[in-house]
């Protein structure tokens, strides 16, 4: 299972959007869970109590192999939670505001609001969630081991033996030295340490995770072609995951080093066209659409921003459906979409942009809108600073480009 520590998102992944839907909060941080986490507990409870379960202790009943097998696996699920919390937890102790924990397809990612402040600080957020997937596979070993010196046995006993060694695998993947893993972040941490040059340590540790992610493709492939079986594309998907993630964090990082302490005010399109939650996607077409040149608008009501029209919300409506929809109903709820204020750093926004809202971000001062920044924002912005030279980096320009 591939895991984050980092702020940014997985390249063609929406881990914090659409698909997900909340659980609560853990130690004051908001948790999501991604629909494929179901699925990943499905295929773990059968292939537990079809196979794992019944091999290591034969002769039970059907029903118990069936109920140690849902239960193990909501524990390993409930493992990696435990994981991306401790990262949580440990980031706020620094200083790193947390946006919450999503659980999807790969294991989970903890959305950090910008970097640790220092190379120390940044180790140990990396290395708190492989240390407690440790501790908790020792912990269920040391029980495993308890429960049978007191002459205890059945599939509960197998379950905790298979729980503890998926946690250590688990927390010994994760220590790999390649981002986006935490044992990318660990070599960040270090590099930065070594060089006190954190865009370098972060353009290096990327680097090194888009080659484990091809070793891990190759790998995967190899073993999908020897044997047939299914761990082999398994483990080839979370390498082209891996290899994409890397590929989308050595660009941030390099974002990040262009654009250093730029703030956002100073790349947004200030004072936005908006258009009123109530209006219908025929009126907004008719009224809006062709007499402005934007591909997205904010969205009011009261004059409060509520939401983020882009074109292909609007092309997403039938055309018979036009003029009973209001935009409240298409447009991207503000609860989806980067939200900023004026004085965030831009590197810190950027790690925050996604697919919603299609890479777009509102910019909002004590709750009303006073700017949107667009991937044209950005694209001018990096553009600026590359031609100014590494010594006029954090001058400001001014964006007035549309949206």
């Not at 390649?178 to 044992?183: I, K, S, T």
């Not at 999908?224 to 660009?251: C, D, H, P, Q, R």
């Not at 697919?355 to 990096?382: F, H, K, M, N, Q």
Request: charged share 15%.
């Amino acid at each position: 299972m591939a895991d984050r520590a980092g702020a940014g998102r997985p390249a063609g992944a929406d881990t914090a959007g659409r698909g997900t839907f909340p659980v609560g909060r853990i130690a004051g941080v908001r948790v999501a869970v991604h629909w494929s986490v179901l699925a990943i507990v499905g295929l773990i409870a059968w292939a537990l109590s079809a196979e794992v379960l019944p091999a290591a202790d034969p002769g039970e009943p059907a029903w118990v192999y069936v109920v140690t097998g849902a239960c193990t696996a909501i524990a390993f699920v409930l493992g990696l939670l435990a994981h991306e919390v401790s990262h949580a937890v440990v980031a706020r102790h620094h200083g790193v505001a947390v946006e919450g924990i999503t659980l999807w397809l790969f294991g989970g990612v903890a959305r950090l609001r910008g970097e640790a402040p220092t190379a120390r600080a940044d180790l140990r957020i990396a290395g708190v969630g492989p240390l407690v997937s440790l501790l908790l596979g020792v912990a269920c070993y040391l029980v495993a081991v308890g429960a049978a010196a007191l002459g205890l046995s059945g599939p509960p006993l197998a379950a905790l033996g298979w729980l503890a060694a998926m946690n250590v695998l688990l927390a010994v993947f994760n220590v790999l030295p390649g981002a986006p893993l935490d044992g990318g972040r660990l070599l960040r941490a270090a590099l930065w340490m070594w060089r006190g040059d954190r865009v370098w340590a972060a353009v290096t540790a990327a680097r090194a995770g888009r080659v484990l992610g091809l070793v891990l493709v190759a790998l995967g492939v190899a073993q999908f072609l020897a044997t047939g079986l299914f761990s082999g594309l398994w483990l080839a998907m979370i390498g082209w995951f891996v290899m994409g993630a890397a590929g989308a964090e050595e660009m941030q990082a390099q974002v990040g080093g262009l654009l250093a302490d730029l703030r956002v005010a100073a790349v947004m399109t200030p004072r936005p066209d908006v258009v009123p939650a109530g209006l219908t996607v025929a009126a907004f077409v008719d009224e809006y659409l062709f007499s402005r040149r934007h591909s997205s608008f904010p969205v009011v009501d009261d004059g409060r921003p509520v939401g983020l029209l882009t074109l292909a919300r609007v092309k997403a409506v039938p055309a018979a459906d036009r003029a009973t929809t209001p935009l409240r109903d298409i447009a991207w709820p503000l609860a989806e979409i980067a939200v900023a204020a004026p004085d965030d750093r831009v590197p810190d926004l950027v790690a925050r942009l996604g697919p919603a809202g299609d890479g777009r971000a509102l910019v909002l001062a004590d709750g009303e809108l006073v700017g949107i920044v667009t991937p044209t924002d950005i694209s001018r912005a990096v553009q600026h600073a590359a031609l100014r030279g590494p010594d006029r980096r954090t001058e400001h320009p001014t964006s007035t480009g549309p949206t």
